[in-house]
């Protein structure tokens, strides 16, 4: 039985949360989460939490509520998800995608948005499977959207 829910990050769990992959420097599909933790910093409408099963910390998501950004596919949804390596495949990147809907529904929302590298082994069969729908390009990334 899993016990997931998501907190705010603090300074005890800070450590928990960089050790997340990928590290700075390696090649991946998403960026490290010491960085979206740094830009979370510098952007008041970003919205990190850590993923945490029990008292293991298994991911971190990061959302984006703009609801008045020029560009309609950044005004509400999924910035950034890294789930742990060793909990990949037990239902935590689902778990997020959901907590993400409910919360876009608390705030008036009736879709989110999610932007990913089309690559073959990318996420693109995640976000499929959680019920995205592909509905454009933009910067060389496929856009995903979910009614919430
Ligand atoms: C992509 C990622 C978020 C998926 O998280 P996860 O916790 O392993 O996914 P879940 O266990 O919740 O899987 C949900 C469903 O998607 C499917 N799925 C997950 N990854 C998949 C993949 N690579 N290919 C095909 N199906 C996949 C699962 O089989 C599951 O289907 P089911 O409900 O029918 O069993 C995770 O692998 C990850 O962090 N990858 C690296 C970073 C990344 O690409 N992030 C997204 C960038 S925007």
Known sequence: MSNL???ELDADNLAAAISIPP???EKAYVAPVVVSIAEAYVTPTAWPRLIVDDEEVV???MANWDPDNDI???RG???RLNVAEQA?????GRFAVEKICEEARRRGYDKITVLWDPSDDGPEQFYLKVGFAR???????TVGTLAV
């Open 5 to 7: 829910r998501l907190v």
């Open 23 to 25: 590290q700075m420097g």
């Open 59 to 61: 991911g971190f998501v």
């Open 72 to 74: 309609p596919e950044f």
């Open 77 to 79: 949804g999924i910035w």
């Open 88 to 92: 990949k495949g037990r239902g935590v």
């Open 135 to 141: 509905t454009g390009e933009l910067f060389g990334e």
